[in-house]
C-alpha cells in the first residue's frame, strides 16, 4: 500500500482555480482522514458521549451539514425547509444509522460542495453574502472557507472522542 503525501503536498487539483486549492485539499484531507478512522468504528458506539463531549454520529452529520448550507449561503439563497429539518436532526440519536450511512451521506455532501465550487467565480469571492435569519455579514470567500475551516475543526473533535471510545 503506497502511502500519499497529504493533498496539499500534492499539488492542484484539476477543475478549481489557484484561490481555490486550499479549500479543495482541506475538504479532500478530512475526508479520506475521517473515512480512515471511521473504517472500523461499530455502529452501535456511533451515540457514545464519552464525558459529555458530542457523539461521532454529530460530527459525522454537523460536517455535512455545514458543508451544504455554507454553499446555500455562498449562493445568496436562504436555507431550505429540508436544511432546517437536517439541522434539527444533527445530534438526535437514532439507532437505526450506520456509520457507513453517515460516510455516504458525508461524501455526496462534500462531492456537491466541490462541483459548486467549480463554478464559482474567483471574482466574487468578496461579494457580501447574508448569513442566517440575522442576516449577519460574510462574504462569498468567507463561506467557503469556512466550510473547510469547520470540516477540519470537526474532524479533529471527531478524532479525539473516537479514540476515547475506543479506549475506554
Partial sequence: MTILPEYWLRGPIEGFPDLFQPIVHALLQAQDEIHALMKEFPSELLWKRPAGMASPAFHLQHIAG?????????????????????????????????????????????????????????????????VGRAQLASTVGGLLFHAAEHTQRHFGQLLVTVKVILTD
Avoid: H, W
Avoid at 438526535?92 to 460516510?103: G, I
Avoid at 466541490?114 to 471574482?123: E, G, R
Fill in 66 to 130: 455545514v458543508v451544504d448550507r455554507m454553499a446555500t449561503y455562498s449562493k445568496a439563497e436562504p436555507l431550505s425547509q429540508g436544511q432546517f429539518d437536517y439541522l434539527k436532526r444533527e445530534g438526535k440519536e437514532n439507532p437505526d444509522l450506520t456509520s457507513q450511512e453517515l460516510l455516504v451521506q458525508l461524501d455526496l455532501q462534500i462531492a456537491k460542495f466541490l462541483k459548486f465550487l467549480s463554478t464559482i467565480d474567483p471574482k466574487t469571492l468578496s461579494d457580501f453574502r447574508p
